[in-house]
């Protein structure tokens, strides 16, 4: 392995990782070498997930975390720091299943739902961890954005508007934090070929509609996310912060 991909030595802790991206993730974290930390908001998927790495060979630990309950985000702050005794790694994936609609048919109230679980929860758990990163004076945090944050989604408005919140915020983190040696991205991809979205790439004449506008002429599966993440979780990418990384298959300047 190119050693500066190499995470021995590391702890990431990941928040929404029992399945999809978030699974390839945190799978591809151990495989350079990072003890990682899986959560959910259910107890099962967490501990299955956890033995299912460790049963691969990998130092994995489950801890569940409601990211929408104060108290179990506290108490997810406490048992992930002490899991490995650090947390180099914090990468922030858990999110609410985006509602698709017209403007004129998403009410506020739904909106602010969305925002208080995509912005104000993973606020919540960055505070948990960053005391601890400025400490070790080290710390790498990366969200799970979206392409609709940069380029406009008919019917996706409250989804678009969250993510490019979160896109924000890690450019702030990322400002304030740096002297620390912290520091923050967002990864925003396009569409991506999980379970969580079935109901769409299963149906072929829909996926083709999308794969029309990809250069690349395919819909990305969540193993094309992984190799960004090792970047801006490892040392290859210890000079980038505040950034925005789309992985798109080039749909963005199409």
């Given at each position: 392995?190119?050693k500066r991909?190499?995470?021995?030595?590391?702890?990431?802790?990941?928040?929404?990782?029992?399945?999809?991206m978030?699974?390839a993730i945190?799978r591809?974290?151990a495989?350079?070498?990072?003890s990682?930390?899986?959560?959910?908001?259910?107890?099962d998927d967490?501990?299955a997930t956890?033995r299912?790495l460790?049963?691969?060979g990998f130092?994995?630990?489950?801890?569940?975390?409601?990211i929408?309950?104060?108290n179990?985000?506290?108490?997810?702050?406490?048992r992930?720091?002490?899991a490995?005794?650090k947390v180099?790694?914090?990468?922030c994936?858990a999110?609410?299943v985006?509602?698709i609609?017209s403007?004129?048919?998403q009410s506020p109230e739904?909106?602010?739902?969305?925002l208080?679980?995509?912005v104000v929860?993973?606020?919540s758990?960055?505070q948990q961890?960053?005391?601890?990163?400025?400490?070790?004076?080290?710390?790498?945090i990366?969200?799970m954005s979206?392409?609709a944050?940069e380029r406009a989604?008919?019917?996706l408005?409250g989804?678009?508007v969250?993510?490019?919140a979160?896109?924000?915020?890690?450019?702030s983190?990322a400002?304030?934090?740096g002297?620390?040696n912290?520091?923050?991205?967002?990864?925003?991809?396009?569409?991506?070929r999980?379970?969580f979205?079935?109901?769409?790439?299963s149906?072929?004449?829909?996926?083709?509609m999308m794969?029309?506008?990809?250069p690349l002429?395919?819909?990305?599966?969540?193993?094309?996310?992984v190799?960004p993440?090792?970047?801006l979780?490892?040392?290859?990418g210890?000079?980038?912060s505040?950034?925005?990384?789309l992985?798109?298959?080039?749909?963005s300047i199409?």
């Open positions: 392995m190119y991909f190499d995470l021995y030595g590391k702890v990431a802790v990941l928040t929404g990782s029992t399945a999809g978030g699974l945190a591809g974290l495989e350079c070498g990072a990682v930390v899986v959560s959910s908001h259910r107890d967490t501990d956890a299912l460790s049963s691969e130092a994995a630990k489950g801890i569940k975390c409601d929408t309950d104060r179990d985000v506290e108490s997810f702050g406490e992930a720091s002490g490995f005794g180099d790694v914090l990468f994936l999110a609410e985006p509602e609609g403007i004129l048919s739904t909106l602010r739902r969305l208080s679980t995509t929860n993973t606020h758990i960055v961890f960053l005391p601890g990163m400025v400490a070790q004076r080290d710390g790498s990366i969200v979206s392409i944050s989604s008919p019917g408005a989804y678009g969250t993510k490019a979160l896109n924000s915020y890690v450019r983190v400002a304030e934090f002297e620390f912290i520091r923050a991205n967002a990864i925003a991809p396009s569409f991506v999980t379970e979205a079935k109901d769409i790439w149906d072929k004449e829909r996926a083709q794969i029309n506008k990809v002429k395919r819909l990305a599966d969540p193993d094309d996310v190799g993440s090792i970047l979780a490892s040392s290859a210890s000079y980038m505040g950034q925005v990384i992985i798109d298959g080039g749909r199409a």
